[in-house]
């Protein structure tokens, strides 16, 4: 059976020549208007519910956008012009944490000055920014003004800035009297934003019922979150769980891994520990390199077990280990 490719005569449809006579202006403005719909751009369509975010108030505006940082809020300024005249003061205390930050540090050409730092902090925060409120209390907290640095964390905690959480958690923790329970509250709040350092604060709390009742099984729950999220001390924690069986089903392989995850981050304990391990599995110039490196950090009980290696290896091979110690650089890690 021959398929066709092409309709022929019989088919009845025809191509007809366009007419010779004038059309009548009827036919041109028709013409016309349908040449104009292809040519243009289709309208922008509106959201399915009708929303217009260019009528945002600008105090909801800014609090959803008060722990933005920079290139994000200048991602939001790009919205629409309300969005734009809206976030201005908390533009302007990007600039002011900047300033804050180079008095802090000394950077930038300027000696560090903590009353400047402080100052520009402050004027960041009023601006509405949870990064400045985080940053001068922290110098308040430094100068042993307690009371100061709460209320700045509560103002960024209750933004929803995960810092000002942490902060304010650990906070009604050494404060005086304690406040646990309200502690554990913000420590939560910030570990389900991801915030490593409390995800391992809370394992903390969890572990030794702080505030909250004893859960081994969360605080190790918790305690392999944060070391999943590049926190050294809860990676040493999650290889104790995993290694004695607390909170998570015992496993050397797993104990292993977070051991040496933690010592290739500079935790002095885990490269104790870790070069114990190698000692043991006969890995002898591994092992001093990470008994030196503990042993640098103050872990004054890998000196003798690495002199006990030294005196077996060669001159060479001692000589080889030192220099791997020296050259040795940590991994980054969130500390």
């Given at each position: 059976m021959k398929q066709k490719?092409?309709?022929?005569?019989?088919?009845?449809?025809?191509?007809t020549a366009f007419p010779l006579s004038k059309p009548n202006e009827n036919e041109d403005k028709i013409r016309l208007s349908r040449r104009s719909k292809i040519g243009s751009k289709p309208p922008l369509p509106s959201p399915a519910d009708g929303t217009d975010f260019s009528a945002l108030p600008f105090d909801i505006l800014t609090k959803i956008a008060a722990s933005f940082n920079f290139p994000n809020l200048?991602?939001?300024?790009?919205?629409?012009?309300?969005?734009?005249?809206?976030?201005?003061?908390?533009?302007?205390?990007?600039?002011?944490?900047?300033?804050?930050?180079?008095?802090?540090?000394?950077?930038?050409?300027?000696?560090?000055?903590?009353?400047?730092?402080l100052d520009s902090f402050l004027k960041g925060a009023a601006c509405g920014s949870t990064l400045a409120m985080i940053d001068a209390g922290l110098i308040y907290w430094e100068r042993g003004l307690k009371e100061e640095a709460i209320v700045l964390y509560q103002k960024a905690a209750v933004l929803g800035d995960p810092a000002g959480q942490c902060n304010l958690g650990i906070s009604y923790l050494h404060a005086q009297p304690q406040n646990q329970k309200e502690a554990v509250k913000w420590l939560y709040q910030a570990s389900i934003g991801g915030h490593v350092r409390a995800q391992y604060q809370l394992a903390l709390c969890l572990?030794?019922?702080?505030?909250?009742?004893?859960?081994?099984?969360?605080?190790?729950?918790?305690?392999?979150?944060?070391?999943?999220?590049?926190?050294?001390?809860?990676?040493y924690n999650a290889s104790l769980c995993y290694s004695s069986g607390v909170g998570l089903s015992q496993s050397r392989r797993h104990a292993r891994k977070w051991m040496r995850r933690a010592a290739d981050r500079g935790h002095s304990k885990a490269q104790f520990e870790h070069g114990l391990a190698l000692f043991s599995e006969g890995e002898m110039m591994k092992a001093v390199v990470y008994l030196e490196l503990a042993t640098r950090s103050g872990e004054t009980a890998a000196t003798h077990v690495k002199n006990v290696i030294l005196q077996q290896l060669s001159a060479t091979a001692r000589e080889r280990a030192l220099l791997l110690a020296d050259n040795w650089r940590a991994l980054p890690s969130s500390r």
């Open positions: 490719t092409w309709p022929d005569r019989s088919d009845g449809v025809r191509f200048l991602a939001a300024s790009l919205v629409c012009r309300s969005w734009r005249d809206g976030l201005r003061p908390l533009r302007e205390a990007m600039v002011l944490l900047r300033y804050g930050k180079r008095f802090k540090h000394g950077r930038g050409g300027v000696r560090r000055n903590l009353d400047k730092a572990h030794q019922g702080l505030g909250v009742h004893r859960n081994l099984h969360e605080a190790a729950k918790w305690y392999l979150r944060a070391a999943e999220g590049g926190y050294v001390r809860a990676m």
